[in-house]
Structure formats: structure tokens, C-alpha cells
């Protein structure tokens, strides 16, 4: 199948899902963009309980945008209401504040139907308007991951607005938990796909373009993907990583001063958590360290880069070359 022949498709293949929440401006801009693919996909926008009007709006100015009002915030939850929904064997995420370049969602449907193995397709993520390069996607290009025979490299995560997902695996796994609201929603995912033997991958040449949304609350979303990292090490991996997830979990509510407020909850989680525990295989757990293992050393090699930068700096002898690595 070529690009051409995929866009021009009388039948849909792909479904494009957004999430929102009162960010009627954004959404409507992302809902624009979408519906002027070439690949005419039929878009589905999740509303978690927008009280800014965003349901009237899309619905008056978008006829044939299915507007799914989930009737209160769901957090990442409410994209499973939109997935429920969609009739075609692929879906495409979006948040309201990422949209998809043209020719993507052609290509990701020819790479699902060549790789049967493949669950999840993660887009290349450009930041801004001078499209910088998202530093997550750099490091799902330098995956060590062995991904022979795969239209990429091998992933253990994806992220949740910048993604390709074969419907059917989506399914298979549950969608997205509505205890964890929002923040690191896709652990839990990508740690039932691996279980399940599907593959992950990067696809770069898939283009999502963010501009992210000012209405944020970066302290809220700190809190909530260490908790909610806890909440997943406790339902599906070994003990000892439980215990280390909940310590960060306590260090970084403290340090927002949040514990008396959060900390109830965090444990009344594990308590719901350990009534579910399903510890993933040896393989996915090996999988997960080798990945951590090269992004550690990735960040090592950066941090000594900018130190030596800086001591040429600071020694007044500029330069703008690159220290040898060692072996």
C-alpha cells in the first residue's frame, strides 16, 4: 500500500481521538488542523466535563466531529469512552494541544498492516514553532532494544498524545485506568502490551507537532506521576521496586508540600494495587532495565559534556568542539 492509496481510502482505517478539558481555544485550533489531513480521518474528541462551553462549540462548528461528553473529568480515562466508540482497526491520539502532520496517519496504517506484531506506533514529537525535538523521542530513537525485522526501534513506553495504537490491543489491555486520572497513564499499558508479547515501536517518520497548552498545573502533575508510578510498580512489578517507587512517591509530595493532603491516597492505592498485583514476566523486567541502564548512561555522558563545556568556559577557551568519549 502506498501513502497515496492509504489516504484516499473510501473506507476510514484510522481514527484520529483527542482529549480536552477546558481548553475550548486549543481544542478547537487541534480539531481544525485534524480535519484537514489529506487522510480525511474521522475525529473523535473526548470532553472531560469542559464547563467553558468546548461541547456547544466543537458541536456547532464541526458537524462531523463526534463530541463524546464523558459528563465529568476523567483524566486520561475519558479517551477510552472515544475509543468505545470508533469503528476503524486503528486509532491516533491526540491531546487538544497536538496534532498530526500530514501523510502520518497514511504511513502508520501501512506499517500496522505490514507488522502484525506491532500494538503501538510512537510519532516523532516536535515542540513549538521552531520544532524542536522532543528529548523523550531522542531517546526512543537510541533505544538499545534488539527490534529485528520491526519498522523501528523496540520501545517499553510510548506516549499517550503522539501515538498510533492498534485498536484491538487497546482493548485487550483494558484501556486506560480511571483510578490514576492523568499522569503516566501509559506504564500500566505498555506493561500489560509487553506481558501480552505485542511490540512497541518508534516511527520517525510519523510527525506530531506540540504546542503546549499554558493552562497547566506543574506542581499537580509532579504529584500525580509519582504517584501514580507507585500505583503501577505495586500492581505489576517486583517488590523492591514497589518499595523504592513509593519512597520517591513520599520525597516528591513532601517536597510539594502536599504529603498530609496526598499521602492518604497514595496508600489507600497500594492497598486497591496489591488486591490486583500481576507481576509482568522476566523478559519485560529485563527489557525495562536495559532501557533504564542506557539512559542512565546516556545522562552520565551528557552531565560530563556540559562539565567540561563549562570548565572551558569558565578557562576563557570557548570552543565549541566535542570532548573524545571513552570507550
Not at 486503528?90 to 500494538?119: K, N
Not at 531522542?138 to 523496540?154: H, I, K, V
Not at 502533575?221 to 500505583?231: I, V
Not at 556540559?306 to 568519549?325: F, V, Y
Request: with cysteine.
Amino acid at each position: 500500500m502506498t501513502l497515496s492509496s492509504a489516504s484516499s481510502s473510501s473506507v476510514p482505517r484510522i481514527t484520529v481521538i483527542v482529549l480536552t478539558h477546558n481548553r475550548m481555544r486549543e481544542v478547537t485550533e487541534t480539531v481544525a488542523r485534524l480535519l484537514a489531513l489529506p487522510e480525511r480521518p474521522p475525529v473523535i474528541v473526548a470532553d472531560n466535563g469542559s464547563t467553558d462551553a468546548t461541547v456547544e462549540t466543537l458541536r456547532g462548528r464541526f458537524p462531523s466531529v463526534r463530541v463524546v461528553a464523558c459528563g465529568a473529568n476523567l483524566g486520561a480515562a475519558g479517551r477510552n469512552h472515544a475509543v468505545a466508540l470508533a469503528q476503524t482497526d486503528y486509532i491516533a491520539f491526540s491531546d487538544d494541544d497536538t496534532w498530526w502532520e500530514p501523510g502520518s496517519l497514511a504511513y502508520a496504517v501501512r506499517v500496522l498492516d505490514e507488522a502484525p506484531q506491532v500494538a503501538v506506533l510512537n510519532a516523532r514529537v516536535v515542540v513549538g514553532e521552531n520544532a524542536r525535538a522532543d528529548a523523550t523521542c531522542e531517546r526512543m530513537s537510541a533505544s538499545p532494544l534488539a527490534g529485528t525485522g520491526l519498522p523501528g526501534p523496540l520501545l517499553t513506553g510510548y506516549m499517550a498524545g503522539a501515538c498510533v495504537f492498534r485498536r484491538a490491543a487497546f482493548l485487550e489491555v483494558g484501556g486506560y485506568e480511571s483510578k490514576f486520572f492523568i499522569g503516566g497513564e501509559e506504564e500500566l499499558v505498555s506493561l500489560d502490551l509487553l506481558a501480552r508479547g505485542h511490540a512497541m515501536v518508534y516511527c520517525d517518520r510519523m510527525v506530531v507537532h506540540h504546542h503546549p497548552s499554558p493552562a497547566r498545573d506543574a506542581g499537580l502533575r509532579r504529584r500525580m506521576l509519582a504517584r501514580n508510578a507507585a500505583w503501577v510498580a505495586w500492581l505489576r512489578l517486583p517488590l523492591p521496586m514497589a518499595l523504592k517507587a513509593t519512597l520517591k512517591a513520599l520525597r516528591v509530595l513532601r517536597h510539594e508540600r502536599a504529603l498530609w493532603h496526598d499521602a492518604p491516597r497514595l496508600l489507600g492505592g497500594i492497598m486497591w494495587a496489591c488486591r490486583r498485583r500481576r507481576v509482568v514476566p522476566p523478559n519485560v523486567l529485563a527489557m525495562r532495565r536495559e532501557v533504564r541502564n542506557a539512559e542512565r548512561t546516556a545522562d552520565w555522558l551528557a552531565d560530563r559534556d556540559a562539565a567540561w563545556l563549562h570548565r572551558r568556559r569558565a578557562a576563557g577557551e570557548g570552543g565549541s568542539g566535542e570532548p573524545q568519549r571513552r570507550a
